[in-house]
């Protein structure tokens, strides 16, 4: 019965920014570790950014490092501050919610037990 929904997705231009927002329904909040991936077409889902149960402790993918932004608002919902985005940036972007126990399993799809259906994000040149 738990439901995590995406949001803030959308068509832009190299350069721009766009925030994404993640609310998790269906639980009652707590401090869970939450990330977000990204895949693109014919690509593998891919690591951006994931948040730790201590709100300081964050993880950040080599390819957006500098430029996204993983934060918190609650304990049920999670922004994602893209910056300078280029098309390479463009990808369906997946909220993923209660990981494994522990830091290490934070950057692996297999960790998290619910997953959002996604926003689609487009970079054009």
């Known amino acids: 019965q738990v439901q995590v929904v995406e949001s803030g997705g959308g068509l832009v231009r190299t350069g721009d920014s766009l925030r994404l927002s993640c609310v998790v329904f269906g639980r009652t909040p707590d401090t869970y570790a939450m990330a977000w991936f990204r895949q693109g077409s014919g690509n593998e889902r891919e690591f951006v950014a994931a948040a730790a149960r201590s709100a300081a402790t964050t993880f950040y993918g080599d390819s957006v490092k500098g430029r996204f932004t993983i934060s918190r608002h609650n304990d049920s919902t999670l922004y994602l501050q893209m910056t300078n985005l280029t098309p390479d940036d463009t990808s369906v972007y997946y909220c993923?919610?209660?990981?494994?126990?522990?830091?290490?399993?934070?950057?692996?799809?297999?960790?998290?037990?619910?997953w959002g259906q996604g926003t689609q994000v487009t970079v054009s040149s």
């Open positions: 993923a919610d209660e990981p494994m126990s522990g830091t290490s399993w934070l950057r692996d799809t297999g960790a998290y037990t619910y």
